[in-house]
């Protein structure tokens, strides 16, 4: 009955740590305390990505014209489909035009490039924060090592 | 109160980036962050001294092989159109 219990509260664990590191890059690895993995990962995940959409502009990101680029997109964070939703709507300029947001040529195709492989990556970082919950890893592991690296230095 | 219109619109619009050669450069910061992050996941102990010198090393080392890669297939291309 117990196992059970506990398979199942590990099972959630899973689950939540896959979520979470989901909805905000390297959030995931935070959860099971490792935190200088969360930070490496939140910030170079999160510039990658900011990069491909000041390289091609936010019109990169759309779940209608360009879907197959939008599904690794997605995998960076779920407020990228809010973010595709926004551009889908356009905006309306000074004179009360609406307009679309538009990219073309090779700035969208590196713009989606980093977007995409962002969000691939993030894949990657979900997968390995389960594992590693999975395992039971977490700061207890190294522990040993990292005081004897500071003990040296 | 900050105004960041201007930071916000720089993302509406794209940047200038020509056809040219000067183009390939934007592989390397996509090659930085892929090595950063392999490197982060892959550690099983995480230091920094340690994570920066093997992302390097990782970043050299694929960054030769695509640069010889794009030499190499620029003298096929040459030798079959000459």
Known sequence: MNSNRSSADQGLRLIIVALV??????????LIKER??????????TALFLSGLYIGSISV?????????????????????????KVQA?????NGNHMEYNCYGRPCDIGQIYTGVAGLLNLLCILSAVY???????QLIGREEEQEEQGHA | ????????????????????WVSMLYMFPLLAAITI????????????????VESVVL???????????VIVLNLITWLITS
């Open chain 1, 36 to 45: 200088k993995r969360a930070v490496i990962i939140f910030v170079t995940l």
């Open chain 1, 132 to 138: 590693m919950a999975y395992c039971g890893r977490g």
């Open chain 2, 1 to 20: 109160m900050h105004d960041f219109s201007p930071i916000l619109a720089a993302f509406t619009a794209p940047l200038n980036v020509q056809t040219d």
């Open chain 1, 90 to 94: 356009g905006f309306t300029d000074d």
């Open chain 2, 37 to 52: 992050i392999y490197k982060a996941t892959k550690m099983r102990v995480l230091f920094w001294k340690q994570l920066a």
């Open chain 1, 61 to 85: 990101v759309n779940h209608v014209n360009s879907r197959l680029w939008f599904l690794p997109q997605i995998l960076y964070s779920p407020a990228v489909g809010l973010l595709s939703q």
């Open chain 2, 59 to 69: 970043f050299l080392a694929v960054s030769g092989f695509m640069i010889g890669a």
């Open chain 1, 21 to 30: 590191a989901w909805v905000i890059p390297g959030a995931g690895h935070f």
